[in-house]
């Protein structure tokens, strides 16, 4: 039987920064400390050339269950629909109007961070909420 790796999940971005503190916010994580022998961000963000600030972020799960989830500047824009997207779960174990009423409380909380409501499915069952994130990449709330 093979082994279970670990993984990250890479997103990117035009601010790293910015967009990893919107996904701390969505899922509870929280910032990663600061690279070794700095004591704060700021310090380290001070030891980079100009062209190398700011071009990574990371966070995690503070379970340590979740994968780390790290943001990585890049020179072009978003172009496309994404291939890849995070199903937010929140109505796990839940069926019709309750369901549909703990996805859109959560839609409702996160608008206010900057995501984006792009509709909302439901055929009196099952739903799902499609949402975009402060830079237009797609996920669910599920």
């Given at each position: 039987?093979?082994?279970?790796?670990?993984?990250?999940?890479?997103?990117?971005?035009?601010?790293?920064?910015?967009?990893?503190?919107?996904?701390?916010?969505?899922?509870?994580?929280?910032?990663?400390?600061?690279?070794?022998?700095f004591a704060t961000w700021d310090d380290f963000k001070r030891s980079q050339p100009p062209e190398q600030r700011d071009s990574?972020?990371?966070?995690?799960?503070?379970?340590?269950?979740?994968?780390?989830?790290?943001?990585?500047?890049?020179?072009?824009?978003?172009?496309?629909?994404?291939?890849?997207?995070?199903?937010?779960?929140?109505?796990?174990?839940?069926?019709?109007k309750e369901r549909l009423a703990a996805l859109e409380a959560e839609c409702a909380r996160l608008v206010p961070l900057g995501?984006?409501?792009?509709?909302?499915?439901?055929?009196?069952?099952?739903?799902?909420?499609?949402?975009?994130?402060?830079?237009?990449?797609?996920?669910?709330?599920?």
């Open positions: 039987m093979a082994s279970i790796k670990q993984f990250q999940v890479t997103f990117d971005c035009a601010e790293p920064e910015r967009l990893a503190r919107f996904w701390c916010e969505v899922l509870g994580y929280v910032v990663a400390p600061p690279p070794e022998g990574w972020f990371a966070c995690s799960d503070p379970s340590g269950v979740g994968p780390r989830l790290y943001f990585q500047r890049v020179p072009e824009g978003k172009a496309a629909k994404n291939r890849l997207h995070l199903d937010v779960r929140v109505g796990t174990g839940l069926v019709g995501a984006v409501h792009v509709r909302t499915l439901y055929d009196g069952n099952d739903s799902c909420i499609p949402m975009q994130d402060i830079e237009g990449n797609e996920f669910c709330i599920d």
